[in-house]
């Protein structure tokens, strides 16, 4: 089950692209934040599954609906404001602001997550399949929470590290704009395919 997690969560995809962008414009600590809201999103399905809650889950499709299209234009919203402005966030933020944009990615990642069909049909659906639900015990569900910790948030860390490493390279070699046009156009181009994919 690691393996897929990880492999599940390196793919590239907007839940990846939102993490990079927020570790390479606004600092390590937006990156990790964004992870943390991702695993956090992932929980609340496993949970939901664990628990026998995959029915209401299924139910709720209208909601997680309007969940994605809410994700979806505040990707868009991000990066617009990512291209109008004329410093880098995290250049003119405040310690306050930053603690602010944290936490503003945390749960821009659990919005995200939790909008995501893809997630909802794993866990609902193909989840099940590689644990017996029946014979689970406290200390197995301990066991998926860290397993989906480690596996999902390992890889999504990882991801934010190496963004704010190229973001420092390319802000050293003057290439500052040109990857705030770049990521800014990337999240609308995110957000814009999580309101327009099925």
């Known amino acids: 089950m690691l393996a897929v997690l990880v492999v599940l969560a390196a793919v590239p995809s907007t839940s990846v692209l939102f993490v990079v962008t927020r570790a390479a414009t606004l600092g390590i600590a937006n990156g990790v934040a964004a992870s943390i809201g991702i695993v956090v999103g992932d929980l609340v399905f496993i949970l939901l599954v664990v628990f026998g809650l995959s029915v209401v889950a ?3 499709g209208t909601v997680f609906l309007a969940i994605k ?6 990707l868009i919203w991000l990066g617009v404001s990512l291209l109008r402005s004329k410093n880098t966030a995290l250049e003119s933020a405040t310690e306050t ?4 944009n944290c936490l503003t990615s945390c749960l821009a990642g659990l919005v995200l997550t939790l909008g995501d069909i893809k997630a909802i049909f794993f866990y609902v659906s193909l989840f099940p399949t590689f644990v017996d639900l ?11 929470v860290l397993i989906t910790i480690v596996g999902v948030g390992g890889v999504k860390v990882t991801y934010a590290f190496y963004a704010r490493r ?3 390279f390319s802000r050293t070699m003057g290439y ?4 705030k046009i770049a990521a800014g156009s990337c999240m609308i181009g995110a957000g814009t395919y999580l309101i327009v994919k099925n």
């Open 176 to 179: 500052e704009k040109a990857s």
């Open 134 to 144: 029946v014979a689970l015990q406290m200390s197995d569900i301990l066991l998926i």
């Open 69 to 74: 299209y809410l994700g979806g234009i505040y």
């Open 97 to 100: 602001n930053i603690q602010g």
């Open 58 to 60: 299924e139910t709720m």
């Open 166 to 168: 190229v973001a420092t």
